[in-house]
């Protein structure tokens, strides 16, 4: 089983809608949770963070689940500019070192 | 402006030629670290430092050197050994649990 995994993909959306990405992971000891965004190309840059709690940040939620081992993104009122890859990014265990989810394709359509 | 480079962008790559890529920041993070992403793969993790004169493997190593002298550099040598070099070379900094990413170098085979 890999560490993280994602479904690649693609998601097709016309402008204006919600959309949502999940993700899981295997190591039950992970303690922190990514989502970065990749254009193609071109390197890898942060969304937002992922909270026990839950976090907002404009039109894009992020939830965690620690008893089924899965993070999600939501994206609402979909944008062109939101096409890009999504990467879910994980903490190895009780390390600080990161894994990467392969990622998955969002493409906004007019 | 705070950030992070690589350079060069594009590197082509002889048989039997070892060849350098340069890391560089300027964010006083204490962590570097590189990364490798082959199309349709996660980024893997070539090396770290988490301080300076110390550097750790991580899950790809082989073919591959690294060295940290100062702070803001992380220089990665892809030597001969390494058969299958071609490949986007992603570097990255943290100052905590999040990683930010240069540009990152492509690298080709001629």
């Known amino acids: 089983r890999k560490e993280v995994e994602q479904d690649p993909g693609p998601f097709n959306v016309p402008e204006g809608a919600t959309v949502a990405f999940n993700c899981t992971y295997s190591n039950s000891a992970s303690q922190s949770f990514f989502w970065y965004r990749q254009d193609c190309r071109k390197e890898p840059k942060l969304l937002m963070s992922?909270?026990?709690s839950g976090n907002e940040d404009g039109r894009f939620t992020a939830q965690l689940n620690r008893a089924s081992q899965y993070i999600s993104l939501l994206i609402r009122d979909s944008k062109l500019s939101d096409s890009a890859t999504y990467l879910c990014v994980v903490n190895r265990g009780y390390t600080d070192k990161l894994i990467f989810g392969t990622g998955t394709r969002l493409q906004v359509f007019p | 402006d705070g950030g992070i480079t690589q350079s060069p962008k594009y590197l082509f790559r002889k048989e039997g030629q070892n060849v350098t890529l340069s890391c560089e920041q300027n964010?006083?993070?204490?962590?570097m670290y590189w990364y490798r992403q082959d199309p349709g793969q996660g980024l893997r993790l070539i090396y770290y430092s988490q301080i300076v004169n110390d550097f750790q493997k991580g899950d790809i190593a082989e073919g591959y050197s690294v060295s940290r002298e100062k702070k803001e550099s992380f220089p990665l040598t892809v030597t001969s050994a390494q058969k299958n070099p071609t490949a986007f070379y992603l570097c990255?900094?943290?100052?905590?649990?999040?990683?930010?990413f240069g540009p990152g170098t492509r690298l080709l085979v001629l």
């Open positions: 964010l006083n993070h204490d962590a």
């Open positions: 990255a900094s943290s100052k905590a649990e999040t990683q930010y």
């Open positions: 992922v909270y026990s």
